[in-house]
C-alpha cells in the first residue's frame, strides 16, 4: 500500500494483496487502484455491513476502484470473495475504522 498515482483529478491510491491459495497450491497477488471512499458511500457500508458485508465491501470497492481495473476486479472476485472485505476494510481505515487493539 504505496504507490500514489493520479488519474482525471482523483487520486488513486495502490492496494496490493498477497496471499498463499492452497488448493491450487500456489503464490496470489492482487494489485488494484482505488480512490478515497466519500462520506456517502461510507455511510452506505455502515448502514449495510451487519446484514451482508461481503456485498457491502463489494459495492464499496467496485464503485472505487479505477475504472479501467473494473473488470479485472470484477473477475478476481468471482475467483477470491474474501477479496472485498480484505480490500473494503483498508479502504475502510483509510477513513478512520480500525480496532484499537488495547
Not at 488494484?32 to 458511500?41: A, D, G, I, M, V
Not at 455511510?43 to 479485472?72: C, H, S
Amino acid at each position: 500500500m504505496a504507490e500514489k498515482e493520479t488519474t482525471k483529478a482523483t487520486e488513486y491510491m495502490e492496494l496490493k494483496h498477497e496471499f498463499f491459495d492452497r488448493f491450487k497450491d500456489k503464490d496470489v497477488s492482487f494489485i488494484f487502484h482505488f480512490k478515497r471512499p466519500s462520506t456517502p458511500q461510507v455511510n452506505r457500508v455502515q448502514k449495510t455491513v451487519l446484514k451482508n458485508a461481503g456485498q457491502a465491501f463489494r459495492n464499496l470497492i467496485m464503485e472505487t476502484v479505477q475504472p479501467e481495473e473494473k473488470d479485472r476486479l470484477k473477475t478476481a472476485l468471482d475467483d477470491y470473495s474474501g477479496l472485498a472485505s480484505t480490500f473494503g476494510g483498508a479502504l475502510m481505515g483509510s477513513c478512520g475504522f480500525g480496532d484499537l487493539g488495547n
